[in-house]
């Protein structure tokens, strides 16, 4: 069974950094195409970063473009979300996904039937 496992979250003010990782276990997803998402209270599922298979390319949303940076490590089965220059608005449930496909390029749409992790809250307060 597949699974994707996030870490790294919490409580931090305003102009701080957090890293997050998504570790995957029962499946290796070094062919993959890996990304972070986030959802605030009240608000729609969305895009932050993406990265293809190979780590050549990276995807990030204006919002963040800048002060994250997605990275992966395909020996480690593992994906990151560098986050600095927090802001309260980037307050929300992060979550990680992993693509279903093979060999993919970076994509910015939620895709239901990827892979999901269960997500890790970031809190930036003021």
């Known amino acids: 069974q597949a699974q994707l496992v996030e870490s790294g979250g919490g409580l931090v003010k305003a102009g701080g950094s957090l890293r997050l990782s998504c570790a995957a276990s029962?499946?290796?997803?070094?062919?993959?195409?890996l990304g972070w998402f986030r959802q605030a209270p009240g608000k729609e599922r969305e895009f932050v970063a993406s990265i293809s298979w190979n780590g050549e390319n990276t995807a990030y949303a204006d919002s963040v473009k800048g002060r994250f940076t997605i990275s992966r490590d395909r020996a480690k089965n593992t994906v990151y979300l560098q986050m600095n220059s927090l802001k309260p608005e980037d307050t929300a449930v992060y979550y990680c996904?992993?693509?279903?496909?093979?060999?993919?390029?970076?994509?910015?749409?939620?895709?239901?039937?990827?892979?999901w992790g269960q997500g890790t809250q970031v809190t930036v307060s003021s």
């Open positions: 029962g499946r290796t997803f070094s062919s993959s195409a």
């Open positions: 996904a992993a693509r279903k496909s093979m060999y993919g390029s970076t994509w910015y749409a939620v895709k239901e039937d990827d892979y």
